[in-house]
């Protein structure tokens, strides 16, 4: 996931320069053309973190948290997942006000890019967002889709290494492996908590982060 969410970005922001008049639509053109350049960038930032990410199960990788708006944050990742996803309906519920969190942006984004990201290709049509306060002391984060997800009894498994959801008598490859358990592992490292709701409305990911 972490490597192919940009590659694919910049795949389908540089096939819609292709389908639309790029002299007529300037402001279009350059949306594309940023969001292009901004996953470059990121993309570029993950190569040089290959080895320091690999070292997750001895617990030596390194956070370089710094101050930054989450909400800002799951703006640019629903525009992402909507231009990336037109069939799918993607609802960010956040409040007016900012939400300020210290973490290590790179390692955060990445870790709920996995979830957005298994729930736009193997989810339900609807994505909803939403994000809460906890009397001031930690944030929510509820990743719903209304999709079949999964079977309860993997429930305690997605977030084992390289563990894929099963489908029949064999494993389908649905990213539900190194991705999630690369998400526990970093929502931890910031002294956070991750879970999952199965119910008859979709698969929910809850994530519980300290203010």
């Known amino acids: 996931h972490e490597f192919k969410t940009p590659i694919s970005t910049i795949g389908v922001a540089l096939e819609s320069i292709q389908n639309f008049d790029v002299i007529q639509d300037k402001e279009k053109t350059k949306s594309y053309l940023k969001m292009s350049e901004e996953q470059l960038k990121k993309l570029n930032t993950m ?7 690999a070292t997750l199960d001895s617990d030596e990788i390194a956070l370089s948290k710094e101050n930054f708006d989450l909400m ?6 629903a525009e992402h997942y909507r231009i990336s996803f037109p069939e799918k309906s993607i609802v960010l519920n956040k409040p007016d006000n900012e939400f300020a969190i210290v973490a290590d942006r790179f390692h955060f984004e990445n870790a709920l890019s996995n979830i957005i990201d ?7 049509s609807e994505i ?3 994000v809460t306060k ?44 190194i991705g999630l358990f690369y998400t526990k592992a970093i929502i931890e490292k910031h002294g956070g908590k991750i879970s999952i709701d199965l119910n008859k409305t979709g698969t929910s990911f809850i994530i519980t982060m300290p203010i």
């Open 47 to 53: 190569v040089e973190k290959l080895l320091e990410t």
């Open 72 to 77: 800002e944050l799951f703006d640019s990742l």
């Open 128 to 130: 909803s967002i939403t």
């Open 134 to 177: 906890n009397q001031g002391k930690a944030y929510s984060i509820v990743i719903h889709d209304n999709g079949a997800g999964f079977d309860p009894s993997e429930k305690d498994k997605v977030f084992d290494k390289f563990y894929r959801v099963q489908k029949g008598n064999t494993h389908d490859v649905k990213g539900f492996g």
């Open 118 to 124: 298994n729930a736009a290709k193997y989810g339900g």
